[in-house]
């Protein structure tokens, strides 16, 4: 199974969008080096849409620390949290850690990071206010 870009990129609407990632995220696909260039350009603001891309890329980057902490705190989907938490795997006290280094990337390195990034923060940060 391949990432539909269309559906991604260029949603007629941010279901369409959610639906190819919820059905990703449910299949467990294992992504192309293509397919994850996909996922990391999409730049929706959506949070669980946020939150399934950082499961789908599961990659170490800060940004995607980031989106699996913004899924680790949804409400409303049980599996997207519960994966999101397994991925990051770490303590209550790790956590805290990771997320003053993401807060001084946020504050600190705002004219270094992408738009996109900056607003990923931003989505985590109104998430654990």
């Known amino acids: 199974m391949n990432v ?3 559906f991604i990129l260029h949603p007629n609407s941010e ?19 293509e397919d994850q260039n996909v996922l990391k350009a999409c730049t929706t603001e959506d949070h669980e849409s946020v939150g399934l891309i950082g499961c ?5 980057t800060y940004v995607n620390k ?12 049980d599996e997207l949290a519960y994966r999101a938490t397994e991925l990051l795997s770490c303590t209550e006290s790790e956590l805290q850690a990771l997320i003053e280094v ?12 992408s738009v996109y990034e900056n607003k990923v923060y931003g989505i985590l940060f109104d998430v654990l206010n």
């Open 66 to 77: 980031a989106r699996l902490i913004i899924a680790s705190n949804n409400q409303y989907n």
């Open 15 to 33: 279901f369409e969008r959610k639906n190819e990632l919820q059905t990703l995220f449910l299949n467990d696909v294992k992504l192309s080096a």
């Open 4 to 6: 539909n870009s269309d």
């Open 102 to 113: 993401l807060s001084d990337i946020y504050i600190m390195k705002f004219e270094q990071i």
């Open 56 to 60: 789908l890329l599961n990659d170490g």
